[in-house]
């Protein structure tokens, strides 16, 4: 079975630009998870989808992140304009369900993003 | 706010000793997952427990959950390079759905 599969696996980007990173999750996955990594710190949960809706987006910095998964497939997280503290890797994660005691997450590789 | 605290942050120890990590919470947990993370990797999930006092193993890892759900340790007997990595607990309390991760415990096993 293929994992979830992200890309880039790093971008290098300076402050005030755009940047987008796709996520293509387990065939069958009805969730897709977004998580920022800041060095030093546990995943943080960004934005939950249920198919192609949004079930969760309350640490979603929307006045500069987006995201989308159309058709209740991929995925693309976009920020625009990046700031120097968006430097973190990005994890997409994907689970069959999105409710119950026990249900695991595969995770991608992550997108490691650095912001000069 | 509910936070997850995991210590210690940094563990190096020689091949063939044991250690343990722990992961704690003020707020009852309904289920706490740990997993573990490579370089430049995103966590495998090695075990979910749900139930106070449980506790799993797997080979030569033992995961324990708390009586009182709000606490967690993972144990290693015999450490090995291979079991290298950033071991990173996961709650989800009772009144939230969310699933927290903890910051991690960085292990370091020298050969």
């Known amino acids: 079975e293929a994992g979830v599969a992200q890309s880039p696996r790093y971008k290098i980007i300076e402050k005030r630009q755009s940047v987008a990173f796709w996520c293509n999750p387990i065939?069958?996955?009805?969730?897709l998870y977004w998580y920022q990594q800041i060095l030093g710190q546990g995943p943080k949960l960004l934005i939950q989808f249920q198919n192609n809706g949004v079930v969760d987006d309350s640490q979603l910095p929307k006045d500069r992140f987006s995201a989308e998964r159309l058709k209740g497939v991929d995925s693309t997280l976009k920020i625009q304009p990046a700031k120097l503290e968006d430097s973190a890797v990005y994890l997409c994660a994907s689970s069959l369900f999105g409710q119950g005691y026990s249900y695991e997450q595969y995770f991608g590789p992550g997108t490691r993003l650095t912001v000069t | 706010t509910q936070l997850l605290e995991q210590s210690p942050q940094f563990l190096s120890i020689q091949e063939g000793e044991n250690l343990t990590v722990y992961c704690n919470s003020s707020s009852v947990f309904s289920s706490l997952q740990w997993y573990r993370q490579e370089p430049g990797e995103g966590p495998v999930l090695l075990v979910t427990?749900?139930?106070?006092?449980e506790v799993k193993k797997l080979k030569r890892l033992t995961f324990q959950f708390g009586d009182a759900r709000k606490d967690s340790s993972l144990h290693i007997t015999a450490a090995q390079p291979g079991d290298t990595g950033l071991y990173l607990c996961a709650g989800k309390w009772s009144n939230d759905y969310k699933l927290s991760f903890g910051a991690g415990t960085t292990v370091t096993v020298r050969a």
């Open positions: 065939s069958g996955h009805a969730t």
């Open positions: 427990v749900v139930t106070g006092g």
